[in-house]
């Protein structure tokens, strides 16, 4: 059993979780993830990794089904089955480069290792933070710690840059050089920013962690063509060039247990409130 040593509410629906570790640090990677199990009876959860030291792990995780509103009911001080990890590939890294970081949702969260990264390795971090509205930003302050500029955009102009992640691009590219884009959240958003990259001729490099669900290469959900090539998240990845990822097919299969998915929500709650 693995300890809750912290558990905050970032915004409405998105969870900071610190837990009890002393090995994950050994081999942490910015890019990386860990997978969890809220109880013994709950299935793998594939979380990115956004900090660690020699005596914890954290995660920062949105509920959307059954197991990651299992695993938000927690409360500090409760304990969760396991905690296994490092996985997956770290982030590629380069020096001296101008690198625009765009994190979404629990992507804002899961770029904070990868800005730490690319700022301890000579480049030029420029972040940028995407959600509806302006209450559902976070994490303003410690991003800034390793960014040489940082905006925020909302779609509904709330606060900052006022638009979708798209229409900030445009206006950026066309103005600004970029050597790299990196983002993290949900697939629509990174399908929308290797889409806006394209045209510009920038390397876009995109977090796949939303489709994963087993993280051991066995169960085929997180399945994506790269490139005409067949590849899975959990080993491969979990990041891609997002310009190489056929999107259609990826898209497409997000949808196929839509259905499975809320009737196992409606079960839990039934189960869990009557």
Known sequence: MVKILKKELLVPNIHYMVLESDAI???????????????????????????????????VFMEVGTSTRKLGSKKLGDTIADLAGPLGRPTEMVGDKKILVIGGCYGIGAIYPVIKAFKNNKNKVVTAIE???????????????????????????????????????????????????????????????????????????????????????????????????????????????????????LLTRRHIYINEERRSLSFYECEKYG
């Open 131 to 249: 959600a509806r509205s302006g209450f559902l930003l976070y994490w303003q302050d410690k991003l800034k710690e390793y960014s040489d500029e940082i905006f925020e955009i909302t779609r509904d102009g709330t606060k900052g840059f006022g638009g979708h992640i798209d229409k900030f691009l445009n206006e950026y590219l066309s103005k600004y050089s970029v050597d790299l884009v990196y983002a993290q959240g949900c697939t629509y958003l990174t399908y929308l920013v290797s889409q806006t990259t394209k045209p510009f001729g920038i390397k876009t490099i995109v977090g796949l962690n939303p489709i994963m669900i087993d993280a051991t290469g066995m169960c085929g959900v997180c399945r994506v063509i790269i490139n005409g090539e067949t590849k899975f998240a959990c080993v491969d990845g979990p990041e891609f060039d997002g310009h190489l990822v056929d999107w259609q097919n």
């Open 25 to 59: 640090h050994l081999n942490a990677k910015a890019g990386e993830f860990v997978v969890v199990r809220a109880d013994e009876f709950g299935e793998r959860i594939p979380l990115n990794l956004v900090d660690w030291d020699e005596h914890t792990a954290s995660v």
